[in-house]
């Protein structure tokens, strides 16, 4: 049971480079995440879904898109990188319905933009 | 809508001494709450949570909160601090829809003296 795995570890991309973070949970969950972590300002909620095939937009959502195409897998990508975007991003996942919301947490992924 | 407040972004204790996180919160539906710890270059890992049973909350490695709905708080305690307890600290709250409106707050790192 690996719980919730995110791909790649670490990135640098220039300015205006496009790419595609991927995580997966093997945990049968409904719910999934993708949050930024930035220095003194916790966690912000990029984008969610609620369920295969659906998403919806968070705190910060301006220059992200994500898919669920398959319940376990959440995609969220980059069209266009700026140095703003320079952050720590988290993924994670959580049982939906009337469940007590515990989310579980990948590792991150380290993305620098230059 | 629903907030949290993490008063401290640092806390430092010596080895042995009390640990004290403080979180106050605010909910127009009887909450979920929780405590994650964050330890270097890793993701979030749920140390506690209060869904509605106790308002006493027993954790991992020795910490536990106490739910005051007077003082709309969720503080975090251990009694004797150890080394290996240095990390950020995560106050969340969350209404009862599964977990995709969990409100984090801004993280608290704690720093532990030899």
């Known amino acids: 049971n690996a719980g919730v795995t995110q791909t790649p570890k670490f990135r640098v991309l220039k300015t205006g480079q496009s790419m595609t973070l991927l995580c997966a949970q093997d945990?049968?969950?409904?719910?999934m995440y993708w949050y930024r972590q930035d220095p003194g300002m916790g966690l912000r909620l990029i984008h969610y879904?609620?369920?295969?095939?659906?998403?919806a937009k968070g705190e910060v959502p301006d220059g992200y898109n994500v898919s669920r195409l398959k319940k376990q897998n959440f995609l969220l990508g980059l069209e266009s990188a700026a140095p703003s975007q320079t952050s720590v991003y988290f993924c994670?996942?959580?049982?939906?319905?009337?469940?007590?919301?515990?989310?579980?947490f990948g590792p991150g992924t380290r993305l620098t933009v230059l | 809508a629903q907030s949290v407040t993490q008063l401290g972004s640092h806390v430092s204790v010596s080895e042995g001494a009390l640990v004290l996180l403080r979180c106050n919160y605010s909910?127009?539906?009887?909450?979920?709450l929780f405590w994650y710890v964050q330890y270097p270059n890793q993701g979030l890992q749920l140390l506690l949570k209060?869904?509605?049973?106790?308002?006493l909350v027993k954790g991992i490695n020795g910490f536990e909160a106490e739910f005051k709905k007077s003082e709309t708080s969720f503080h975090l305690t251990k009694p004797s601090a150890h080394m290996s307890d240095a990390a950020e600290y995560f106050c969340a709250v969350s209404d009862r829809g599964g977990g995709f409106k969990t409100i984090f707050g801004a993280g608290t790192r704690l720093f532990v003296k030899a």
């Open positions: 209060y869904t509605s049973a106790a308002t």
């Open positions: 879904s609620v369920g295969e095939g659906t998403t």
């Open positions: 909910s127009s539906v009887p909450p979920y």
């Open positions: 945990m049968n969950h409904e719910y």
């Open positions: 994670a996942s959580s049982w939906g319905g009337r469940a007590s919301g515990e989310q579980f």
